[in-house]
């Protein structure tokens, strides 16, 4: 059963581990050498990596300033390590600005990475995807072009945050959305085309922005961003973390509540996956030296789940998870599909 845990092959997991800097302690943020914001986790083997961006702004700045997507990851979800940028907007030559939030699923054998992107065309912000061989890339423009934009018909009001769901049966979903405007559609197989209408998920209460999706005990997870002080936030300038259930990818969802209250910064934008059987949440919030609402870092903490399925507001904490050295089961599949396949003795 998929979990949105990725579990993926361990021989080329751990081949592909190639420290670029000495892992950082074990704190939170994870990383305060440079600034990282809007986290998307992916598991491959006993790996978690986190895809990011990375705040440029200089202190004081009113505005983002956002060129290149950088990878880190830890053997242990404490410790870890920075590979640097592995796509930048340079990636997609038809792009000109924006390298906003972004996240990697995969597929085929190959690592499809999901950008918020300004295409330099009608509108303002667009989905591009990128695509490699390893979770480290090289990575490549996929499509030649924007996945989703303005010209998309029913598109959201700003096409950002997209996020990639792939179910037991091989279906992969694209979800994204900002400016209270949700949207999902179905992806064909080759995972750079939607496959039929762009439609609107129903029962996302207060949805703002940063859609994440997961899947656990055959219950479908919906996490977003909302800004509404009704219980959420102290302004509406800042977010929190809500979250839906439904028992179809495809909705209709069902709001359970607050799962991460307001972070330091004005954005909040969470990832949920499972890791050697731990639930970990990474987030971004503004506690790294000189941080502030244009110059976020990525940090990581524990998720708890009730014995109903909901689940236990998230703590924040300044010291992270401890080391997790405990060794998940591995499959040999290549993607969650296969994965799934696998488990159920097929030989696909």
Not at 57 to 65: K, T, V, Y
Request: charged share 15%.
């Amino acid at each position: 059963m998929r979990t949105r845990s990725r579990v993926l092959g361990l021989g080329a997991a751990l081949a592909l581990v190639t420290a670029l800097a000495p892992p950082a302690l074990a704190a939170n943020p994870i990383v305060t050498g440079h600034y990282t914001a809007d986290p998307a986790p992916l598991v491959v083997g006993n790996t978690m990596y986190v895809y990011a961006g990375r705040d440029e702004a200089p202190a004081g700045s009113s505005n983002f300033l956002m060129r290149e997507w950088r990878v880190l990851s830890s053997a242990d979800a404490a410790n870890w390590t920075d590979h640097g940028a592995k796509a930048t907007i340079a990636t997609f030559p038809w792009a000109g600005a924006d390298a906003w939030a972004s996240e990697v699923e995969p597929r085929n054998g190959k690592y499809y990475w999901y950008t918020s992107v300004n295409g330099r065309g009608a509108g303002w912000m667009d989905i591009g995807v990128a695509v490699g061989d390893s979770p480290l890339g090289p990575f490549r423009d996929a499509k030649g072009g924007p996945l989703v934009s303005d010209s998309t018909p029913n598109s959201s009001g700003l096409n950002i945050d997209p996020t990639v769901f792939t179910d037991d049966n091989g279906q992969a979903y694209l979800y994204w959305g900002s400016y209270w405007a949700p949207r999902m559609a179905k992806l064909k197989s080759n995972m750079i085309e939607l496959d039929g209408p762009v439609t609107t998920p129903v029962g996302l209460a207060n949805f703002w922005e940063a859609p994440w999706m997961f899947k656990r005990n055959n219950l479908y997870y919906m996490v977003y961003a909302a800004n509404d002080t009704n219980g959420c936030v102290t302004s509406s300038s800042y977010a929190c973390q809500r979250y839906a259930t439904a028992t179809s990818p495809t909705g209709p969802w069902t709001h359970r509540g607050v799962l991460l209250g307001q972070v330091s910064s004005t954005t909040n934008h969470a990832g949920i996956v499972q890791f050697k059987n731990q639930w970990y949440i990474v987030y971004h919030n503004a506690n790294a030296p000189g941080g502030g609402n244009f110059r976020r870092s990525v940090a990581v903490d524990l998720v708890n789940f009730n014995a109903d399925g909901t689940i236990q507001r998230v703590v924040q904490t300044s010291t992270g998870p401890p080391p997790n050295n405990s060794l998940a089961k591995v499959l040999s599949g290549g993607d969650p599909f296969q994965d799934n396949q696998i488990q159920q003795g097929s030989t696909r």
